[in-house]
C-alpha cells in the first residue's frame, strides 16, 4: 500500500476556490491511479474524480465536472483537486485514494470507493453562503 497524505482544505466562501494536494509516500506512486471522493455528515461517501497513473485520462462525478480539475505531478508523487466556483454542497471531507488496478477497468470501477486500497486520512472543506 501506498501512504497518502492530503493538504489544502479550508473555509472559502461559496464562489470561490481551493486546490487539494495529496502526497504519497512508501511506493513508486506513477503505479497508481487515483481518486478523490468526499464524505458530508450523514451521507455516503461520494466519488468525485479519477486520474489514470500517466495523467492522460480523468473523469469526474458529474456534480463537479466542469468545475473541478484531477491532476498529477508523479515527479513530486502528488495528485492534485482544483476545485472552483464552489457551492455549499461541496463542504465535505475530501480524501483522495490509490489502487493498482488497470485503467481499463473505467469510470464505473473507479468510481466506486471498494475498488481502491490505499486511503489518506482526509481534508475538511467548508464552502459558507
Known amino acids: 500500500q501506498v501512504r497518502l497524505v492530503e493538504s489544502g482544505g479550508g473555509l472559502v466562501q461559496a464562489g470561490g476556490s481551493l486546490r487539494l494536494s495529496c502526497a504519497a509516500s512508501?511506493?513508486?506512486?506513477?503505479?497508481?491511479?487515483m481518486g478523490w471522493f468526499r464524505q458530508a455528515p450523514g451521507n455516503e461517501r461520494e466519488f468525485v474524480a479519477a486520474i489514470k497513473w500517466s495523467g492522460s485520462s480523468t473523469f469526474y462525478a458529474d456534480s463537479v465536472k466542469g468545475r473541478f480539475t484531477v491532476s498529477r505531478d508523479n515527479a513530486k508523487n502528488t495528485v492534485y483537486l482544483q476545485m472552483n466556483s464552489l457551492k455549499v454542497e461541496d463542504t465535505a471531507v475530501y480524501c483522495c485514494?490509490?489502487?493498482?488496478?488497470?485503467?481499463?477497468?473505467?469510470?464505473?470501477?473507479?468510481?466506486?470507493?471498494?475498488?481502491?486500497?490505499?486511503w489518506g486520512q482526509g481534508t475538511q472543506v467548508t464552502v459558507s453562503s
Open positions: 485514494a490509490a489502487t493498482a488496478d488497470p485503467w481499463y477497468r473505467g469510470p464505473s470501477y473507479y468510481s466506486e470507493w471498494r475498488n481502491y486500497d490505499s
Open positions: 512508501g511506493r513508486t506512486f506513477s503505479n497508481y491511479n
